[in-house]
Protein backbone atom coordinates (compact mmCIF):
# COMPACT_ATOMS: atom_id res chain seq x y z
CA UNK A 1 0.00 0.00 0.00
CA UNK A 2 1.09 3.03 -0.90
CA UNK A 3 0.09 6.24 1.27
CA UNK A 4 0.28 9.80 0.98
CA UNK A 5 0.48 12.42 3.92
CA UNK A 6 -1.75 16.13 2.84
CA UNK A 7 -1.41 18.59 5.25
CA UNK A 8 -4.06 21.45 5.79
CA UNK A 9 -3.83 24.80 7.07
CA UNK A 10 -2.71 28.30 5.30
CA UNK A 11 -1.11 28.31 8.67
CA UNK A 12 1.51 25.95 7.42
CA UNK A 13 2.10 27.36 4.28
CA UNK A 14 2.39 31.15 5.46
CA UNK A 15 5.29 29.54 7.42
CA UNK A 16 3.49 30.70 10.68
CA UNK A 17 3.77 26.82 12.41
CA UNK A 18 6.77 24.29 11.43
CA UNK A 19 5.00 20.86 9.92
CA UNK A 20 5.75 18.52 12.57
CA UNK A 21 2.57 16.12 11.97
CA UNK A 22 4.23 14.98 8.45
CA UNK A 23 7.67 14.20 9.86
CA UNK A 24 5.94 12.21 12.73
CA UNK A 25 3.63 10.34 9.97
CA UNK A 26 6.12 9.63 7.69
CA UNK A 27 8.54 8.16 10.33
CA UNK A 28 5.31 5.87 11.90
CA UNK A 29 4.43 4.81 8.19
CA UNK A 30 7.73 4.19 7.51
CA UNK A 31 8.12 1.75 10.77
CA UNK A 32 4.85 0.05 9.89
CA UNK A 33 5.96 -1.03 6.09
CA UNK A 34 3.90 1.50 4.13
CA UNK A 35 5.58 3.32 1.31
CA UNK A 36 5.09 7.54 1.31
CA UNK A 37 6.32 8.91 -1.94
CA UNK A 38 4.63 12.14 -1.50
CA UNK A 39 3.80 15.00 0.97
CA UNK A 40 1.69 18.31 0.31
CA UNK A 41 0.76 21.34 2.21
CA UNK A 42 -2.50 22.97 0.95
CA UNK A 43 -4.31 25.56 2.70
CA UNK A 44 -7.81 26.10 3.99
CA UNK A 45 -9.40 26.29 0.93
CA UNK A 46 -11.96 23.48 -0.68
CA UNK A 47 -11.23 23.66 -4.35
CA UNK A 48 -7.80 23.57 -3.73
CA UNK A 49 -8.48 20.36 -1.40
CA UNK A 50 -9.90 18.55 -3.82
CA UNK A 51 -7.05 19.03 -6.10
CA UNK A 52 -4.71 17.61 -3.81
CA UNK A 53 -6.83 14.83 -3.09
CA UNK A 54 -7.26 14.18 -6.83
CA UNK A 55 -3.30 13.99 -7.39
CA UNK A 56 -3.13 12.59 -4.01
CA UNK A 57 -5.80 9.56 -5.57
CA UNK A 58 -3.70 9.14 -8.84
CA UNK A 59 -0.70 7.89 -7.09
CA UNK A 60 -1.68 6.82 -4.18
CA UNK A 61 -3.93 4.06 -2.26
CA UNK A 62 -4.46 5.79 0.83
CA UNK A 63 -4.81 9.49 1.92
CA UNK A 64 -3.99 11.15 5.71
CA UNK A 65 -4.79 14.14 5.98
CA UNK A 66 -4.08 16.41 9.29
CA UNK A 67 -6.04 19.88 10.25
CA UNK A 68 -9.41 21.83 9.39
CA UNK A 69 -11.49 19.88 12.07
CA UNK A 70 -11.96 22.53 14.46
CA UNK A 71 -14.80 24.73 15.44
CA UNK A 72 -13.87 28.16 13.40
CA UNK A 73 -15.26 29.12 9.77
CA UNK A 74 -11.97 28.01 8.18
CA UNK A 75 -11.92 24.25 9.45
CA UNK A 76 -13.41 22.70 6.23
CA UNK A 77 -11.56 19.57 5.53
CA UNK A 78 -14.54 17.21 7.07
CA UNK A 79 -17.11 19.04 5.11
CA UNK A 80 -15.26 19.11 1.39
CA UNK A 81 -14.58 15.06 2.18
CA UNK A 82 -17.91 14.19 3.45
CA UNK A 83 -18.99 15.52 -0.42
CA UNK A 84 -15.66 14.22 -1.95
CA UNK A 85 -16.25 10.63 -0.87
CA UNK A 86 -20.97 11.20 -0.91
CA UNK A 87 -20.99 10.20 2.42
CA UNK A 88 -23.94 12.36 4.17
CA UNK A 89 -23.32 14.02 7.43
CA UNK A 90 -24.93 13.00 10.65
CA UNK A 91 -24.51 14.04 14.13
CA UNK A 92 -22.40 12.10 16.21
CA UNK A 93 -24.42 11.48 19.55
CA UNK A 94 -21.48 10.36 22.14
CA UNK A 95 -19.26 13.85 20.60
CA UNK A 96 -22.22 15.96 21.31
CA UNK A 97 -22.48 14.67 24.77
CA UNK A 98 -19.01 15.21 25.21
CA UNK A 99 -18.65 18.94 23.85
CA UNK A 100 -21.93 19.49 25.78
CA UNK A 101 -20.59 18.23 29.43
CA UNK A 102 -17.09 20.28 28.45
CA UNK A 103 -19.20 23.77 27.94
CA UNK A 104 -20.89 23.13 31.08
CA UNK A 105 -17.74 22.15 32.98
CA UNK A 106 -16.11 25.16 31.59
CA UNK A 107 -19.36 27.62 32.42
CA UNK A 108 -19.87 28.00 28.87
CA UNK A 109 -23.63 27.33 28.63
CA UNK A 110 -25.32 26.62 25.56
CA UNK A 111 -22.80 25.20 22.45
CA UNK A 112 -21.78 27.47 20.35
CA UNK A 113 -22.79 26.66 16.11
CA UNK A 114 -18.65 25.99 15.83
CA UNK A 115 -18.54 23.74 18.35
CA UNK A 116 -21.80 21.73 17.58
CA UNK A 117 -20.31 21.42 13.99
CA UNK A 118 -17.49 19.13 15.42
CA UNK A 119 -20.10 16.38 16.46
CA UNK A 120 -21.29 16.01 12.46
CA UNK A 121 -19.08 13.24 11.08
CA UNK A 122 -19.37 11.17 7.86
CA UNK A 123 -21.92 8.28 7.92
CA UNK A 124 -21.20 5.16 7.20
CA UNK A 125 -17.53 5.56 8.48
CA UNK A 126 -15.05 4.60 10.78
CA UNK A 127 -14.59 7.28 13.86
CA UNK A 128 -11.91 8.55 15.81
CA UNK A 129 -12.19 9.47 19.28
CA UNK A 130 -10.57 12.02 20.29
CA UNK A 131 -9.00 11.73 24.20
CA UNK A 132 -7.06 14.53 24.26
CA UNK A 133 -9.25 17.51 22.51
CA UNK A 134 -12.56 17.61 20.93
CA UNK A 135 -12.82 16.91 17.51
CA UNK A 136 -12.96 13.67 16.48
CA UNK A 137 -10.92 12.27 13.26
CA UNK A 138 -12.29 9.17 10.79
CA UNK A 139 -11.74 6.83 8.19
CA UNK A 140 -13.78 6.72 5.37
CA UNK A 141 -13.44 4.32 2.66
CA UNK A 142 -15.31 4.55 -1.02
CA UNK A 143 -14.59 2.95 -4.58
CA UNK A 144 -10.97 1.48 -3.15
CA UNK A 145 -9.96 5.49 -1.97
CA UNK A 146 -8.79 5.32 1.90
CA UNK A 147 -8.86 8.69 3.66
CA UNK A 148 -7.77 8.82 6.95
CA UNK A 149 -8.46 12.49 8.93
CA UNK A 150 -6.65 13.54 12.02
CA UNK A 151 -6.38 16.66 13.97
CA UNK A 152 -4.25 19.18 13.32
CA UNK A 153 -2.80 19.78 16.84
CA UNK A 154 0.12 17.25 17.55
CA UNK A 155 -0.89 16.71 20.83
CA UNK A 156 -4.14 15.31 19.26
CA UNK A 157 -3.28 13.73 16.34
CA UNK A 158 0.14 11.63 17.38
CA UNK A 159 -2.22 9.99 20.40
CA UNK A 160 -4.78 9.35 18.33
CA UNK A 161 -2.93 7.65 15.53
CA UNK A 162 -1.35 5.56 17.70
CA UNK A 163 -4.37 4.50 19.78
CA UNK A 164 -6.38 4.02 16.01
CA UNK A 165 -4.72 3.87 13.11
CA UNK A 166 -1.56 1.88 13.63
CA UNK A 167 -3.89 -1.49 14.26
CA UNK A 168 -6.21 -0.44 11.21
CA UNK A 169 -3.10 0.09 9.01
CA UNK A 170 -0.92 -2.40 9.80
CA UNK A 171 -3.78 -5.09 8.43
CA UNK A 172 -2.91 -3.15 5.59
CA UNK A 173 0.76 -3.78 5.06
CA UNK A 174 2.78 -6.95 4.02
CA UNK A 175 6.13 -5.93 5.22
CA UNK A 176 8.33 -4.10 7.96
CA UNK A 177 10.77 -1.65 7.52
CA UNK A 178 14.17 -1.56 9.52
CA UNK A 179 16.43 1.33 9.09
CA UNK A 180 20.32 1.42 10.97
CA UNK A 181 22.45 4.41 11.15
CA UNK A 182 25.57 4.80 10.98
CA UNK A 183 27.15 8.51 11.67
CA UNK A 184 30.35 9.55 10.83
CA UNK A 185 32.60 12.57 12.10
CA UNK A 186 35.86 13.82 12.04
CA UNK A 187 37.64 13.08 14.55
CA UNK A 188 40.76 14.65 16.03
CA UNK A 189 42.50 16.68 13.37
CA UNK A 190 41.49 15.10 10.69
CA UNK A 191 39.76 17.24 8.32
CA UNK A 192 35.60 17.56 7.74
CA UNK A 193 36.21 16.39 3.98
CA UNK A 194 37.31 13.03 4.92
CA UNK A 195 33.64 12.47 6.28
CA UNK A 196 31.80 14.70 4.00
CA UNK A 197 28.76 13.05 1.76
CA UNK A 198 30.79 13.49 -1.48
CA UNK A 199 33.59 10.99 0.09
CA UNK A 200 31.78 9.03 1.66
CA UNK A 201 29.30 8.25 -0.97
CA UNK A 202 32.52 7.82 -3.25
CA UNK A 203 33.79 5.07 -0.74
CA UNK A 204 30.34 3.74 -0.53
CA UNK A 205 30.12 3.06 -4.60
CA UNK A 206 28.35 0.57 -5.74
CA UNK A 207 26.76 0.28 -2.28
CA UNK A 208 24.27 3.21 -3.18
CA UNK A 209 22.55 1.04 -6.01
CA UNK A 210 20.95 -1.65 -4.14
CA UNK A 211 17.47 -2.16 -3.54
CA UNK A 212 17.04 -4.16 -0.54
CA UNK A 213 18.45 -3.25 1.49
CA UNK A 214 18.58 0.64 -0.01
CA UNK A 215 21.94 2.89 1.21
CA UNK A 216 21.32 6.31 1.41
CA UNK A 217 23.74 9.34 2.33
CA UNK A 218 22.84 12.54 3.96
CA UNK A 219 24.77 15.47 4.50
CA UNK A 220 25.61 17.45 8.18
CA UNK A 221 27.51 20.08 8.89
CA UNK A 222 29.97 18.15 11.33
CA UNK A 223 30.24 15.14 8.92
CA UNK A 224 27.30 12.57 7.30
CA UNK A 225 24.77 9.90 7.89
CA UNK A 226 24.35 6.73 6.02
CA UNK A 227 21.18 5.40 6.41
CA UNK A 228 20.60 1.91 5.46
CA UNK A 229 17.08 0.42 5.07
CA UNK A 230 16.10 -3.25 4.49
CA UNK A 231 12.16 -4.50 3.87
CA UNK A 232 10.88 -7.98 4.90
CA UNK A 233 7.89 -9.66 5.93
CA UNK A 234 9.18 -9.47 9.50
CA UNK A 235 11.83 -7.13 11.97
CA UNK A 236 14.11 -10.33 11.95
CA UNK A 237 14.44 -10.91 8.39
CA UNK A 238 14.95 -7.06 7.86
CA UNK A 239 17.81 -7.18 10.45
CA UNK A 240 19.18 -10.22 8.82
CA UNK A 241 19.20 -8.43 5.43
CA UNK A 242 20.77 -4.98 7.21
CA UNK A 243 23.81 -6.53 8.94
CA UNK A 244 26.19 -7.65 6.11
CA UNK A 245 25.42 -4.41 4.31
CA UNK A 246 25.84 -2.35 7.43
CA UNK A 247 28.88 -4.40 8.01
CA UNK A 248 30.80 -3.94 4.25
CA UNK A 249 29.60 0.27 4.63
CA UNK A 250 31.29 0.58 8.10
CA UNK A 251 34.83 -1.46 6.55
CA UNK A 252 34.60 1.25 3.50
CA UNK A 253 34.43 4.28 5.83
CA UNK A 254 36.56 3.00 8.44
CA UNK A 255 35.68 2.19 11.87
CA UNK A 256 37.74 5.53 13.52
CA UNK A 257 35.78 8.00 11.13
CA UNK A 258 32.53 6.16 13.00
CA UNK A 259 31.28 8.09 16.21
CA UNK A 260 27.94 5.82 16.38
CA UNK A 261 25.83 2.88 14.63
CA UNK A 262 22.25 2.67 15.77
CA UNK A 263 19.01 1.44 15.04
CA UNK A 264 16.46 4.12 13.52
CA UNK A 265 13.80 5.26 15.88
Not at 39 to 62: E, F, M
Not at 259 to 264: F, G, I, L, P, T
Request: hydrophobic share 40%.
Amino acid sequence: MVVEIVSVGTEILMGNIVNTNAQYLAKRLAHLGLDCHYQTVVGDNPARIKSALDVAYSRADAVIMTGGLGPTKDDLTKEMLMEYFGKAPVVDSQVLNFLEERAKARGFGKLSDGMKKQAIVPADSLILYNHHGTAPGCVMERDGKICILLPGPPHEMQPMFEECCELYLNAKSDKVLVSMIIKCLSKYDAPISIVGESPVADRLNELLDGTNPTVATYAKEDGCIVRVTAAAQTYEAALELLQPVVAKCRERIGEEFIKYVKEDE
